[in-house]
C-alpha cells in the first residue's frame, strides 16, 4: 500500500474538515504525526497534537493513531530536492511530502508486523 498525499488543511478548523474527508474517502483509520523532541519527549507541540487526535477521536468512530513524524520534514525536503523541486515549490509542498512520509512509515512498519504474525 502506497501513501499519496491529498490535500493540506490550515489548523484553524482542521477537525472539521477531516471528519468530512474521512466520509467522502470512506477513511477507516486516521494516522497522526506526533511531534516529539529528538531525544523522544513530548513537548507543547505533542501536546496540542495529541489533543487535536483526541478531538478527532470523539468525533470519529475509527481509530485514531500517533504515529512519531521526527525528521520527517528533513527527510521530505531532501526527497523533494531530489526530484528538482526547490525554493517556493518545495515550501508550497514539503508538509504533503512529510505527511506521505509519515503515513508510508507506519503502513510500512504495520505490514511488517502483521508479516510477523503471519497475517497479510
Not at 519527549?41 to 497534537?49: L, S, V
Not at 512519531?68 to 515550501?91: N, S
Not at 508550497?92 to 503502513?107: K, M, P
Request: charged share 25%; glycine share 8%; aromatic share 2%.
Amino acid at each position: 500500500m502506497l501513501a499519496s498525499p491529498l490535500v493540506t488543511l490550515p489548523r484553524e478548523g482542521s477537525v472539521d474538515a477531516l471528519v468530512a474527508l474521512a466520509g467522502e474517502h470512506e477513511v477507516v483509520e486516521i494516522v497522526v504525526g506526533l511531534p516529539r523532541t529528538l531525544a523522544g519527549r513530548h513537548g507543547t507541540a505533542a501536546e496540542i497534537t495529541t489533543e487535536f487526535a483526541g478531538q478527532l477521536a470523539e468525533r470519529l468512530d475509527m481509530p485514531v493513531r500517533l504515529a512519531d513524524e521526527r525528521l520527517t520534514t528533513v527527510t521530505a525536503t531532501r526527497v523533494l530536492a531530489d526530484a528538482g523541486v526547490r525554493g517556493r515549490r518545495q515550501r508550497a509542498v514539503v508538509d504533503q511530502a512529510a505527511a506521505v512520509e509519515i503515513l508510508q512509515a507506519w503502513l510500512d512498519a504495520r505490514a511488517a508486523a502483521l508479516a510477523r504474525e503471519g497475517r497479510s
